[in-house]
């Protein structure tokens, strides 16, 4: 994504991974299709890749709560042994994901994924 919305979207990643460093080695801004809008990644992590599992999983999520009659997602941590992953909507078509470290200081990160997707917003509302 190469305009100035894009630019400031990327912008925005970078700052919220600057708050959360060293946690944070990557932000995604993703389509539900799987097509990544705007991201920030180490380079051990491919963001196509990244963005269509991240879709996938949003999508299986949605699913499940549906079916069990949970109610709306609001985030989705996920912890592996190399990496933690956070998922949680933008907007009815976006989704944000975070890739952290193993064992993240997820209090911070939670408190900084709620102002990122308030920033966010109102960049992709306007």
């Keep these: 994504m190469e305009s100035s919305v ?17 946690d944070v080695v990557g932000a995604l801004v993703v389509r539900r299709d799987g097509l990544p809008v705007a991201f920030k990644v180490g380079g051990e992590f491919n963001a196509k890749i990244v963005s269509a599992m991240v879709a996938i999983a949003r999508s299986t999520i949605d699913r499940l709560g549906a079916e069990l009659n949970l109610g709306e997602s609001v985030i989705n941590i996920a912890q592996y042994t190399r990496n933690t992953l956070l998922i ?32 966010l917003t109102k960049i992709l509302v306007e």
């Design 88 to 119: 949680t909507p933008l907007s009815k078509e976006l989704i944000l994901a975070a890739i952290a470290k193993p064992d993240p200081n997820l209090g911070l990160i939670l408190i900084e994924v709620e102002k990122l997707k308030d920033k």
């Design 6 to 22: 894009g630019k400031e979207i990327i912008n925005t990643l970078e700052e919220f991974m600057g708050r959360v460093y060293p």
